[in-house]
């Protein structure tokens, strides 16, 4: 899934000089190496340090209260998820939450970088406010839609009240409470989606659309059979960053509860698998158990990505 | 945790060095132990509302010693400031000179955290003999070290609304209206029956089911643990007893079904949408803020059914800190009964200093935004009254869940009180067990 | 360049309607801000400024330090948006452009930095920080936030289309070396990502908020760190964190408006002429 329309570069160009093919040649060989370096040497010290220690833990008992007294267990921190119901209602809230946020999202993105791709009078100011919501930090914005959701005395439960409707428990329904929060999400990335659409609109050939009017393509067709194809790079990036966000959702649904911890409601409606690993962790201290489930996330995504990966390969193969 | 080290160094000192190239301008600014006078800087790590600083504490301890300077740092909600503390404390890094500690933690900070604390029970300038017995014990290891020091306690009242009380027909009298449920939480259920029956239009009797669980857990001695240390809160009848009298609440209809310390809890003091709430003494500033100057001398503050306790704090004094002698000095200081006495006089925190409360900033207190009740006297006489309860490490996590999942379902979502009470105990079955 | 389609009416009501959906969250915030507690209670709720914003606003600063804060905030998101930028330009261009041994499993490794949980890399993470003393130095917020897998695979998916193979073909053929490859053409066409890149990399480093609580305290805070001091020694005023909230949120708004032009017009430039 990752592979995309990659070409190499280092191909051979025989007539060149012996001595300037030698230089390239080795330049080709370990100059990948060198631009990567950067990014991998911090990647080893912040980014799979943690990985592996993680791992590691989670094949002990461990508490934040003494991490270095751990306790082997072997699998035990896995094969107890499998019978963990808090694990699967935070899966199951995970995937539908996930699910109400990511996709009206990114298709109201794509919606958004269309119109800001047209020629526009004040098109900095519209872009500008297209990222605002994104500027907004997650708990300033969920503070505000905390007030705005409130059963009493919030702002849509009047607007509700004004038409006519009667007021709704956002926050105690299994429901109304993951739509909120989706709510939040949406609002938060869709302007930050439709910048980077926008940023790989402009970057599509001019000919191929024009091309495209000469066939006597409609709007419609130049959008589906130019525009889309042209940005399938970028929809599979936020596609795949969605969905991770998605998986790790956290700061949202904790702050949505208020004051009561990480519980995600009390009937954990709300709760994601970012919550609860949360809770593990940082409430119930237990470092071990907080790790397999991080570990557990990361395989499903990982599993996710080669379901998506299969299909791809399939469907490319059967054509 | 240097130990855990010992095989990384290598990579450490590798990303120290591409470090040093990338971030040149970020450092030389981590915290110092001394201002360019020579002074001594002493941190203070706090959570919440201490107030030290705007009851001129700060100020007072500084003229006393001008070798010192006092730095606070504060996170306001404990759910944050714990488990930082907790993780800097374990790696022994980043840790004020004095830290504060919530009382419902200290079970677990003393069990898992006496060896990187001082012994502030042997510190000069400590009397045990100036605190509650068992807010000392609290603090205090088996082997005997006292690792904090008690700051305020929650001593419990029922605030109550006069102007609602009286047009449903309630006495307003504060006397009376302790009367009314004095000795039993029961007769407290009763009155809210009495209340209900002629409430004024779009008002309840109490803000929560939660909040009343609260209170009476925080009367009994043995809550969720037995004196051996063993989880017993599923088979004790104290805790179960506490359930259901406040389960009763939500199921009759007494509560505004809402949860404490949300922005909608807030807003309901402000409309006044209920006629009473549990107020440890702390609580009388965040009931005065939050209902605003409309209500003033619209609240009022009753005696409790029965004595409980909720809430209090403590000061700790990392191993690590640089200036431990000093640190130890100043928080034996600002534990001492004067500076308790002077901080509930500000603040409503109530003394755990028990020599503080005979003295006149504290025994003859009163209250202007209640009516000028005699809160000295009301909340000595709960303080008097609170059993030892016994602390246990896991208590946050009991308590919170007991409320915020069990009794929460049981007064918003309307689940009965035995499906609110198997939810709890399933969610508190797996966060006990390891 | 294709002329783009001019926008229409129907183009500018939908903007106008994202522009409200966008911006009232925000101006409610101010809203809040702008009295006292009491009013948020009110039925129907404010939906106009009280009169307190001014002093509401002076009480957030002065009660989170927001002075130090906000230098603190900008060296910090500054530093990890042109590290990140840099850093994910080079490898992402390689990942893009390049061929060498285990480049798909690197790839992998990459978007799999993504999937850790912050929650809990924190841990591990504030061991390393401790152990290197850099507790409430603001290299603990830095370092960490340079590894970012996403700008990686950001700029590699950006590049894969934008960049055409032929011209660093043709650069390398005519004997440029590896950095004047970068620099003439690597650069030149990753310029609109990397504008975005460097915004969105400074508007989340100037929000995070999870593990620079950890690793800083408040004698050295960044804006989100200031904030949750936010009503210290006060009951929490939520007018107040309102303010905060808005305060910590208005520097960002000012550098769009301020820069908005110059990093639109990067993204406009669209370097490829195809």
Same mark, same amino acid.
């Given at each position: 899934m990752l592979s995309g329309t990659t070409a190499p570069v280092s191909g051979p160009r025989a007539e060149r000089t012996a001595r300037r093919g030698r230089t390239h040649r080795w330049a080709a060989r370990w100059s990948p190496y060198a631009y990567l370096a950067p990014f991998f040497v911090f990647f080893a010290a912040f980014g799979l340090f943690p990985l592996l220690y993680t791992g590691w833990a989670s094949l002990h008992r461990v508490e934040l209260t003494a991490p270095t007294d751990m306790e082997w267990v072997g699998l035990r921190n896995y094969s107890r998820l499998l019978t963990d119901e808090f694990f699967w209602n935070a899966l199951r809230?995970?995937?539908?939450?996930?699910?109400?946020?990511? %996709?009206?999202? $990114? /298709?109201?993105?794509?919606?958004?970088?269309?119109?800001?791709?047209h020629r526009l009078r004040g098109s900095t100011f519209f872009r500008v406010v297209a990222l605002t919501p994104y500027a907004t930090s997650v708990a300033a914005a969920t503070l %505000?839609?905390? $007030? /705005?959701?409130?059963?009493?005395?919030?702002l849509v439960n009047w607007a509700l009240g004004l038409a006519g409707a009667d007021p709704v428990d956002w926050q105690n329904g299994r429901w109304t409470s993951q739509f909120a929060v989706s709510t939040? %999400?949406?609002?938060?990335?869709?302007?930050?989606?439709?910048?980077?659409?926008?940023?790989?609109?402009?970057?599509?050939?001019?000919?191929?659309?024009e091309s495209a009017a000469l066939d006597g393509a409609s709007r419609w067709r130049q959008f589906a059979h130019v525009t889309v194809p042209s940005l399938r790079p970028t929809i599979l990036f936020t596609c795949v960053v969605s969905t991770i966000g998605a998986t790790q959702l956290f700061g949202e649904p904790l702050l949505f509860n208020g004051s009561a911890g990480a519980t995600g409601g009390s009937d954990h409606q709300f709760q994601t698998l970012g919550l609860y690993l949360y809770e593990q962790g940082w409430v119930n201290l237990h470092l071990g158990r907080a790790s397999a489930i991080a570990w557990a996330m990361f395989l499903i995504l990982l599993l996710a990505g080669a379901v998506v990966a299969l299909a791809g390969a399939y469907r490319r193969r059967t054509g | 945790m240097r130990a855990l080290f010992r095989g990384f160094r290598g990579r450490a000192l590798l990303v120290a060095a591409v470090v040093a190239l990338t971030a040149a301008p970020?450092?030389?600014?981590?915290?110092?132990?001394?201002?360019?006078?020579?002074?001594?800087?002493?941190?203070?790590?706090?959570?919440?509302?201490?107030?030290?600083?705007?009851?001129?504490?700060?100020?007072?301890?500084?003229?006393?010693?001008?070798?010192?300077?006092?730095?606070?740092?504060?996170?306001?909600?404990?759910?944050?400031?714990?488990?930082?503390?907790?993780?800097?404390?374990?790696?022994?890094?980043?840790?004020?000179?004095?830290?504060?500690?919530?009382?419902?933690?200290?079970?677990?900070?003393?069990?898992?955290?006496?060896?990187?604390?001082?012994?502030l029970g042997r510190a000069p300038g400590v009397r045990r003999a100036d605190f509650l017995p068992w807010k000392w014990r609290q603090a205090t290891t088996r082997d005997g070290r006292t690792v904090g020091l008690g700051t305020d306690i929650g001593p419990q009242a029922v605030c109550y609304r006069k102007d609602l009380f009286a047009r449903a027909g309630l006495p307003t009298?504060?006397?009376a209206v302790g009367r009314l449920w004095a000795g039993d939480w029961r007769r407290y259920l009763g009155t809210g029956k009495r209340y209900r029956d002629r409430a004024p239009a779009g008002t309840s009797f109490v803000d929560s089911a939660s909040g009343v669980l609260s209170a009476i857990t925080g009367g009994s001695a043995r809550r969720y643990y037995d004196e051996d240390g063993t989880v017993v809160y599923k088979s004790n009848p104290a805790v179960r007893e506490a359930w259901d009298i406040a389960a009763a609440?939500?199921?009759?209809?007494?509560?505004?079904?809402?949860?404490?310390?949300?922005?909608?809890?807030?807003?309901?003091?402000?409309?006044?949408?209920?006629?009473?709430?549990?107020?440890?003494?702390?609580?009388?500033?965040?009931?005065?803020?939050?209902?605003?100057?409309?209500?003033?001398?619209?609240?009022?503050?009753?005696?409790?059914?029965?004595?409980a306790n909720w809430g209090g704090s403590f000061l700790v004094v990392p191993k690590s800190g640089r200036h431990r002698a000093e640190a130890a000095r100043l928080a034996a200081w600002l534990t001492a009964p004067a500076q308790q006495a002077r901080l509930f006089e500000r603040r409503g925190s109530f003394p755990s200093a028990s020599a503080a409360h005979a003295l006149p900033a504290v025994a003859g207190a009163r209250h202007p935004y209640f009516g000028d009740a005699p809160i000295g006297r009301i909340f000595t006489r709960a303080a008097r009254g609170v059993p030892v309860t016994i602390l246990g490490p896991k208590d946050l996590v009991i308590a919170q869940n007991l409320a915020d999942v069990g009794m929460l379902q049981v007064d918003q979502r309307g689940r009965r009180p035995e499906d609110g009470w198997d939810a709890a105990v399933r969610t508190i079955d797996n966060a006990l067990d390891l | 360049m294709r002329q783009r389609a001019r926008a229409g009416v129907l183009t500018y009501a939908a903007l106008i309607v994202l522009t409200v959906v966008s911006l009232f969250p925000l101006v409610w915030t101010a809203v809040a801000a702008s009295g006292s507690n009491g009013r948020l209670a009110r039925t129907p709720p404010p939906l106009w400024f009280g009169d307190d914003l001014p002093e509401n606003l002076a009480a957030a600063w002065t009660d989170a330090a927001m002075g130090t804060a906000l230098l603190n905030t900008t060296i910090v998101a500054g530093t990890v948006a042109a590290g990140t930028v840099l850093f994910s330009t080079l490898a992402g261009f390689a990942f893009a452009k390049l061929r060498f041994r285990f480049k798909d499993l690197l790839l992998l490794l990459v978007v799999g930095t993504m999937m850790v949980p912050p929650q809990l890399s924190v841990v591990p993470l504030?061991?390393?920080?401790?152990?290197?003393?850099?507790?409430?130095?603001?290299?603990?917020?830095?370092?960490?936030?340079?590894v970012s897998g996403f700008g990686v695979f950001f700029m590699r998916q950006y590049l894969v289309t934008a960049l055409p193979t032929e011209l660093v073909e043709a650069a390398r053929v005519d004997g440029a070396s590896g950095p004047r490859v970068m620099w003439h053409v690597v650069f030149p066409a990753a310029r609109p990502a990397m504008a975005v890149l460097a915004m969105l990399t400074f508007v989340m480093s100037w929000n995070d908020f999870f593990w620079p609580i950890i690793a800083l305290?408040?004698?050295?805070?960044?804006?989100?760190?200031?904030?949750?001091?936010?009503?210290?020694?006060?009951?929490?005023?939520?007018?107040?964190?309102?303010?905060?909230?808005?305060?910590?949120?208005?520097?960002?708004?000012?550098?769009?408006?301020?820069?908005?032009?110059?990093?639109?017009?990067?993204?406009?430039?669209?370097?490829?002429?195809?």
């Open positions: 809230n995970t995937v539908t939450i996930g699910l109400m946020s990511t %996709v009206p999202q $990114l /298709l109201m993105a794509l919606g958004i970088a269309h119109l800001l791709h %505000v839609f905390v $007030l /705005l959701f409130g059963r009493d005395f919030g939040i %999400v949406i609002w938060r990335w869709t302007g930050y989606n439709a910048l980077i659409y926008l940023a790989a609109l402009q970057a599509v050939p001019g000919e191929l659309y | 970020a450092a030389g600014c981590g915290p110092g132990g001394g201002d360019p006078a020579g002074r001594t800087v002493l941190t203070v790590g706090l959570f919440g509302s201490f107030g030290y600083e705007e009851a001129g504490l700060y100020d007072a301890y500084t003229r006393l010693h001008p070798d010192v300077v006092i730095k606070q740092t504060s996170i306001q909600r404990n759910e944050n400031y714990y488990p930082q503390l907790l993780t800097h404390l374990v790696s022994d890094s980043g840790l004020a000179d004095v830290q504060a500690v919530e009382a419902i933690n200290i079970a677990e900070v003393t069990a898992t955290q006496a060896d990187r604390l001082e012994d009298d504060r006397d609440f939500a199921t009759e209809g007494l509560t505004a079904r809402l949860q404490q310390f949300t922005p909608s809890w807030d807003q309901a003091y402000a409309n006044g949408t209920f006629a009473t709430v549990s107020c440890p003494a702390w609580m009388l500033g965040y009931i005065e803020d939050k209902a605003g100057p409309a209500a003033e001398d619209v609240w009022d503050v009753a005696a409790a059914p029965r004595p | 504030f061991m390393l920080v401790a152990e290197l003393s850099w507790t409430d130095r603001l290299q603990s917020v830095v370092l960490p936030a340079l305290t408040q004698s050295n805070p960044t804006v989100q760190v200031a904030l949750t001091g936010l009503g210290r020694g006060y009951i929490p005023d939520q007018s107040v964190i309102m303010a905060g909230a808005l305060l910590g949120t208005l520097p960002l708004l000012l550098v769009f408006v301020v820069f908005g032009r110059r990093i639109v017009g990067g993204i406009m430039q669209g370097a490829v002429k195809g």
